[in-house]
């Protein structure tokens, strides 16, 4: 009995909260008593539980029960809101502080200021209105708050509101043709996407990347995804030790990347073709390359040394090791600008770390040749580079064996490609072949110059010394000349 | 030795009749006075002027005049040419002290009013010589085009070109188009090496002959103060000739000593869709006019500055070749301070408005 009436006294006291919300709102108590299906939905809107009522995106007089005069034009009844009078309505509450504190909200009152700039701000293909207005993402009638699992913009529900639009093909190519409509689809196999699934609503969604109502296009400098900023967009979370906790992950890739030579040139120099982190990861389908798909990705920009280092001997001794390819020499955030030190067997080398002289010796001796032919090179291109700045100071006219220097310095940077192949008779033929041959043409070419300059001088020195006995003896032939007269 | 010469001497005799060259040179003097030592610079003027014509057909041996081998031809001159470089660095220099040479050449006559009657011709002609100088520096100039010379070469010719009425068709004349291109290397490399050369040769044969035949000017205090047997002279030959050569080997030790410490550089190639090159000036002898025209206000009265200066230089340069004819007072033997002052204005213009020009 006392459950009964417990039950009772629940039911009575929720009508009554309704009662007491909806007598004002006779639009609401005409519409709901045909059971429609805007006052069905309007019962869980937020609005409605703040007492809003009808009248206030649809204007008219929501306290009388005559329709004429509930809907009477000149009381500002507008009925059905059409284009951007829909987010016009919205914003005359959501653009004004005052309002939403009355209301006891303390949500942002720029959103329509973000959304006109943004690219969904711009006028739809019947150019009469904007592409998206407020109820394209937050629904009509039955809004709720963000953090409420039915919003159609809650974590979990946002990408499937984002694809409504974004994995239409036939609406997309409208405004964007070249825009994918597979990213769902990509987002569902990343862990972003997987873990979202599974009810993480900790994990990046559309909006964490991209923003929310401010979404710019991906060049504009100012997006969260031009390239130059997603380093800091990824960042916001994976750089947050303790959002990141429970990912068991690590959090410093941000900061290895912005000093690596990748993020010096994309952050710094505002390199763009340099990578960002989904150059590697991917964007959508974000997920760490695996241990042999590693070559392939660095290989999109290394294509060169990616094919070399498939068809060399290393490739099979990786793969059956496990060893990350590209990753396992450079690195991956942080991976620096590679120096001579990186091939051989000294201190600080990679090779030595495999290759010693008890283990794998043939490759121990190999790389010890690679890198005393590299490290002549190098030392023959700065010799050849001294002797020219030293010819060129003395003013001699050097452009051409300056130009040849070019050559010595590309002979290097193909012998640091072609070292993937680890292949010892194609590294000799760069190094000794091009750039030794090369650099020893370009210092004997400086020596001459300054040889030359220094046979000058005292050329000089020489004719100076004829030109002036010749016009000392003409002097005192005059002089002898003249007294005899 | 000495019979040979006599024989070849005896040979040309017979057929020319030297005898009566050598009687006149036997009998011509050149007066001693405290200006004699001016006389000297016409000569140094001759000496250099002949270094740039043996040191241009040597660099014209390799020289291509185009837009896409003239910087390089003169880079192979510069480092695959046996002296290539020497030869080239003469050929800088000797033009830029050749200028001075006139220069200075010009100002003595000018003081000492050599050119007063009979000698309005002798004048005339090395006034226009002088001018022609100026054109070879500003035709050679653009030869190697490296971008200092391209820019300059635009610059120069754009002054040109603000000249009322004449201006814009000369601009394009020497241009050989609206723009300076090829057609401009081409054309001012015929007259570098062609026209100017050709008038030049012709104005300095009269100017060699006049003087011959006239003798060297005597000053006027010289010439009407000092009775006939009181006037110091030398003879011209062998004396004042072998002096000249003295000097003229000095000038040329000063101009292996310049051409081996500081050779012609060649910069960088021009390249027309570059900018111009910061602080852009013209060689030394044109930077009295270029900074005086800088001084300009946009708009005197009705026209604009720059044609107002130009149109006065213009006006200067016509009162100073047409000088013979305007100063009666010299001609007449008579003291005219009023030359001594417009020359002293104009050295101390020049001088000033260069250094002006060059620390600015």
Known sequence: MKKLTMIFFIGFIFLAANYIQAAGDECFNCHDAQGDNPSELFKNDIHHKKGIPCSGCHGGNSKSDDMDAAMNKDAGFIGVPKGNQISERCIICHSNPETMKEYGADIPTNQMELLSKSVHGRLSINGKERIVQCITCHNAHGIVEVTNPVSPVYPLNLPKTCAKCHSNAVYMRNYNPALAVDQLDKYRTSIHGIKNAKGDIKVAECANCHGSHGILPVKDANSSVYVVNIPQTCAKCHSNKSYMKEYNIPTNQYEEFSKSVHGIDLLEKHDLSAPACNSCHGNHGAVPPGVESISEVCGTCHALNAELFSASPHKKAFDEHHYPECETCHGNHGIAVPTNQLLGVSKGSICGKCHTPNENVDGYKVAKHMRLLIDSLSYSEDFADSLINNAEQKGMEISEAKFKLRDVNQAKLEARTIVHAFNEEKFDSIVVKKGLATSNIVISEAQNAIHEYYFRRVGLGISVLIISFLAFVLYLYIKRMERGK | ?360
């Open chain 2, 1 to 360: 030795m000495k019979n040979f010469f006599n024989k070849v001497y005896f040979w040309f005799d017979d057929r020319v009749h030297l005898e009566s060259l050598v009687e006149f040179m036997g009998k011509k003097y050149v007066p001693i006075h405290r200006h004699s030592m001016w006389y000297y610079f016409g000569g140094v003027s001759l000496f250099l002027f002949i270094i740039q014509v043996v040191t241009g057909i040597l660099l014209l041996f390799y020289y291509k005049a185009s837009t896409d081998l003239a910087f390089e031809s003169v880079q192979f001159i510069m480092s695959k040419v046996q002296f290539g470089w020497l030869i080239r660095s003469i050929h800088a220099w000797a033009a830029n002290l050749f200028i001075f040479s006139v220069f200075i050449h010009m100002f003595s006559v000018f003081f000492e009013k050599a050119y007063r009657k009979p000698r309005e011709v002798t004048w005339i002609t090395g006034a226009l010589m002088f001018f022609l100088a100026l054109g070879f520096g500003f035709s050679g100039y653009l030869l190697p085009w490296n971008q200092l010379s391209f820019f300059a070469t635009k610059v120069g010719s754009d002054i040109v070109g603000a000249i009322p009425l004449i201006g814009e068709p000369v601009k394009i004349f020497m241009r050989g188009g609206n723009d300076v291109t090829g057609a401009t290397l081409s054309r001012l490399f015929g007259f570098h090496v062609a026209l100017f050369p050709g008038i030049f040769t012709f104005l300095l044969i009269i100017h060699l002959v006049l003087v011959q035949r006239q003798g060297m000017s005597e000053p006027l205090e010289f010439e009407t103060k000092k009775p006939v047997a009181e006037k110091k002279k030398m003879p011209f030959f062998p004396n004042f000739m072998l002096r000249d050569l003295l000097l003229w080997l000095i000038v040329l030790n000063v101009l292996a000593i310049l051409a081996v410490f500081f050779p012609a550089h060649l910069g960088i190639k021009a390249d027309p869709f570059s900018s111009a090159p910061a602080g852009i000036k013209p060689e030394w002898y044109f930077l009295f006019m270029f900074q005086t025209l800088k001084y300009f206000p946009a708009h005197i009265v009705f026209m604009e500055g720059e044609v107002l200066g130009i149109l006065l230089f213009g006006l200067a340069g016509l009162l100073w070749l047409l000088v013979p004819f305007w100063d009666i007072k010299s001609s007449k033997g008579k003291q005219n301070r009023l030359i001594n002052y417009i020359g002293i204005f104009a050295v101390i213009f020049i001088i000033v408005l260069t250094i002006l020009g060059w620390t600015s």
